[in-house]
């Protein structure tokens, strides 16, 4: 009978007792080497739990490793996929928050740039807002707080002068109150003072409210008197002097022609060289309170209370006296020429015809 051959981890063996002891070694070894496996395993299963936080932890006796918790934005996970998607969905919304937050700051930050104008720009590459330069009184500066404090300090120096200017001798007794129109001057030279006053004329001067001096070196005071002649002059309200050198003063007075002159309360002349004064006389063509271009009388005269001189070279001197036509006069109280050169001289002395005289009280031609 042949013995019999054991083959054990590679090697032979004749006999039972001697292939059992070489499987009990290896059986040793391997028990051995279990140990260490499940050490390194165990080792592994530890770092994993620590490694994966979130209160993870490995149990020794069963092997595994207990479920971390993640909480994320105010919700638990307990595997790192979820918790991961989660994050990463906020991330993706946070993104595109900060995008609009970055917009808006962009848009408030060019605003502000425009608002405080003075140049100043905003740099999108670097998010910052160039600086303005505002120029006061002749110098630069690069804050609004500097060029407010220059303008404070401006404006304190010209309250000063202001009160100084106000508190001057010259205009101590000087003041205005209205609510209408400022006035106007236009022409070189020239000056209005008062509401709506108008000087649109060379060296032009006109006072009062709505006073207007229209022609070169024309005077015009009072509300609503008008020179409207080259050196005319109308002083009083609603006084009119319309005509080279024309002069009206009193109120109501009106005046045209060159030279014309109307003095005293209210007369009306109209024609070269004419005369009024007094109050309520009439010189003119036709014996109207008007003065137009049409009813010119040079020369005419009327002068004391309520005369008429009609016609060219007429005379009216007295109370309610008339001298109706060209060369006529009338001189005395209620004395009346009717025809062209006739004389009438006393109260109430009467000429109808041409040529005519009627000379003494009461008298007659």
Sequence with gaps: MSAPDYNVNNSSYHNVGAAVNALDTGMRDNAAEIDIVQGKAANAASSVASGLGGGATYDPVTGKVLAPVYSVSNSSYSNVGDAVEVLDKGMRDNAAEIETVQG????????????????ATYDPVTGK???PVYSVSNSSYRTVGDAVNALD?????????????????ALRHFHVQSTKG?????????MAIGPEAKAQATNAIAMGTGAAATDTDSLAIGTQALAAGEQSVAIGYHAVAAGGKAVSIGS?????GNGAVAIGDPNYVSGDGSFAGGADNIANNDGTQTITAANQANGAVAIGNRNIAIGQGSVALGATSQANAAGAVALGDTAIANTA?????????Y???NNSVALGAGSSD
């Design 182 to 190: 400022r006035g106007q001057a236009t022409g070189v030279d020239s």
């Design 104 to 119: 808006k700051a962009a848009n408030a930050a060019s605003s502000i740039a425009s608002g405080l104008g003075g140049g």
């Design 153 to 169: 300090s401006g404006v304190q120096q010209n309250t000063t002068a202001v009160t100084k200017i106000q508190n001057s001798a």
């Design 129 to 131: 807002v160039l600086a």
């Design 252 to 256: 109501g007075n009106q005046a045209y």
């Design 341 to 349: 050169n006739g004389v009438a001289l006393g109260s109430g002395a």
């Design 351 to 353: 000429v109808s015809g």
